[in-house]
């Protein structure tokens, strides 16, 4: 079993940066692909950014494509969400997760973080 805790979140202008961070405990976190979603209020969770074990393969979802950097440290048990650019559309929670492989399928993703709010204002 591996736990997430996601940090790095906060109110930003439009055009601003922030680097989220999502750190877990166990061993095992090496093994996985990892990705990022967001959910708005009144929204599903979407799909953002996701990397194989290695860091090697990133995967992107078409709105942050350019904007969004995902990257992992596997020592420090970590992967980040670079966000540049950033969008009042952007504003949401946004968790990461755990998953087998480079996928995008919310359902397919296990061990979610308690998430981190992200507030862009215009």
């Known amino acids: 079993q591996v736990q997430l805790v996601e940090s790095g979140g906060g109110l930003v202008q439009a055009g601003g940066s922030l680097r989220l961070s999502c750190t877990a405990s166990?061993?095992?976190?090496?093994?996985?692909?990892m990705g990022w979603f967001r959910q708005a209020p009144g929204k599903e969770r979407e799909f953002v950014a996701a990397?194989?074990?290695?860091?090697?393969?990133?995967y992107y979802a078409d709105s942050v494509k350019g904007r969004f950097t995902i990257s992992r440290d596997n020592p420090k048990n970590t992967v980040y969400l670079q966000m540049n650019s950033l969008k009042p559309e952007d504003t949401a929670v946004y968790y990461c997760?755990?998953?087998?492989?480079?996928?995008?399928?919310?359902?397919?993703?296990?061990?979610w973080g308690q998430g981190t709010q992200v507030t862009v204002s215009s």
């Open positions: 997760a755990t998953a087998p492989a480079l996928i995008r399928t919310v359902g397919e993703y296990d061990n």
């Open positions: 166990g061993r095992t976190f090496r093994y996985y692909a």
């Open positions: 990397l194989t074990w290695s860091g090697t393969m990133t």
